[in-house]
């Protein structure tokens, strides 16, 4: 998802974050600086079949002191803006983080990166794996 910029980020190896295989991910267009060539962010779309409260997503990443916002919706966006207010947001992230998706149910996820980290130049978001799953409470 890259709005932003010219509507893509790797589209060719998106598969890579979902097949088991974190050492084969998905890695971003890279960039000089490590405002990503002043835009807000890139980012990947996650469409799953059920969601519940319990719901987390955890992100597989060798990245340093890296950001991010996920956006949940009942719809893709086009643009950033039609995503909403993002139901969570991780800073100063290192490694694999699981963050939680909360209550809001719908089934399109934004997992929106702001900051690839401290490991350029050049700048780049890396993604060894992604994916959602149900942490039950208690």
Request: glycine residues 12%; aromatic residues 8%.
């Amino acid at each position: 998802f890259d709005p932003l910029g010219d509507g893509q980020e790797r589209p060719d190896i998106l598969d890579r974050v979902h097949d088991n295989d974190s050492q084969m991910g998905w890695g971003s267009e890279q960039y000089k600086h490590r405002t990503l060539a002043s835009k807000l962010g890139v980012g990947l779309i996650l469409t799953v079949d059920k969601r519940t409260p319990d719901d987390v997503v955890v992100i597989e990443t060798d990245m340093r002191n890296w950001a991010v916002q996920i956006f949940v919706s009942d719809t893709q966006g086009a643009k950033l803006s039609d995503w909403g207010d993002p139901v969570t947001q991780g800073v100063e992230l290192t490694g694999t983080n699981t963050l939680s998706l909360g209550p809001t149910l719908g089934r399109e996820i934004l997992v929106w990166f702001t900051d690839p980290g401290d490991d350029g130049p050049p700048f780049w978001v890396r993604v060894g794996e992604i994916r959602v799953k149900t942490i039950p409470a208690g």
